[in-house]
């Protein structure tokens, strides 16, 4: 059974770093594709951006000037880093295991990416 | 304001059977596999619908999911006091190269 778990600090001063962890237990961190998702209060879910099995990110338009998402293959986590945070990047920050759809035919493909499972998430707070 | 839009709010009783709507465009869910989720507070979020219409193993075949065009829906019957949550939508759009989801549906059971 794959789970994961969050963690870092629950509060971030404005202009600087936000960086959480995902530890992964049940499966090989090198196996699979990882993403970060997150809620702001009262809103809705955003998307921040995936890594591949084989370390290749994709980052959210929005955030792809301050994303950082890597991978520490040995501690079998993988981490986020969001730079120059505002009030605007309170949230709840979620890590998924992401798999990926794609259908081809003559015409064209039919993609989607969706996450399972999830992390709990953790609340981080900028202030 | 969410790329894909879903009513906020819906509600039954148990036993009922309730819809949740998810509307989109041609970028988004008129071209690409929808999939379903549900909040709850202090719990890991679930995905409860994936490709449109497969239900992943563990959740129940009262739920169930289509797509026509640029809306999809998730139906759920025989509702039961343990389906209240939040549920979103979600797709990928071509036009932003982004993953998006709808706003939400708070999902009541009375």
């Known amino acids: 059974q794959v789970q994961l778990q969050e963690s870092g600090p629950g509060l971030v001063k404005p202009s600087e770093t936000l960086s959480l962890t995902c530890s992964v237990s049940g499966a090989s961190i090198s196996s699979h594709s990882w993403a970060w998702i997150r809620q702001p209060p009262g809103k809705g879910l955003e998307w921040i951006g995936n890594i591949s099995d084989s370390g290749d990110t994709n980052y959210s338009p929005s955030l792809k000037s301050r994303v950082t998402i890597s991978v520490d293959t040995p501690k079998n986590q993988f981490s986020l880093r969001l730079t120059s945070v505002t009030a605007a990047d309170t949230a709840v920050y979620y890590c998924?295991?992401?798999?990926?759809?794609?259908?081809?035919?003559?015409?064209?493909?039919?993609?989607?990416?969706?996450?399972?499972?999830w992390g709990q998430g953790t609340l981080v707070t900028v202030s | 304001q969410s790329v894909l839009t879903q009513p906020p709010s819906a509600s039954g009783t148990p036993g009922q059977r309730v819809t949740i709507s998810c509307s989109g465009s041609s970028s988004n869910i008129g071209s690409n596999y929808v999939y379903w989720y549900r909040l709850l507070p202090g719990t890991a979020p679930k995905v409860l619908m994936y490709r449109n219409n497969q239900r992943p193993s563990g959740v129940p075949a009262r739920f169930s999911g289509s797509k026509s065009g640029t809306s999809a829906s998730l139906a759920i019957s025989g509702l039961r006091p343990e389906d209240e949550g939040d549920y979103y939508c979600a797709a990928w759009d071509e036009s932003l190269s982004d993953q998006v989801f709808g706003g939400g549906t708070k999902l009541t059971v009375l």
């Open positions: 998924a295991r992401l798999f990926r759809d794609i259908y081809c035919d003559n015409s064209s493909c039919t993609k989607g990416y969706w996450f399972d499972p």
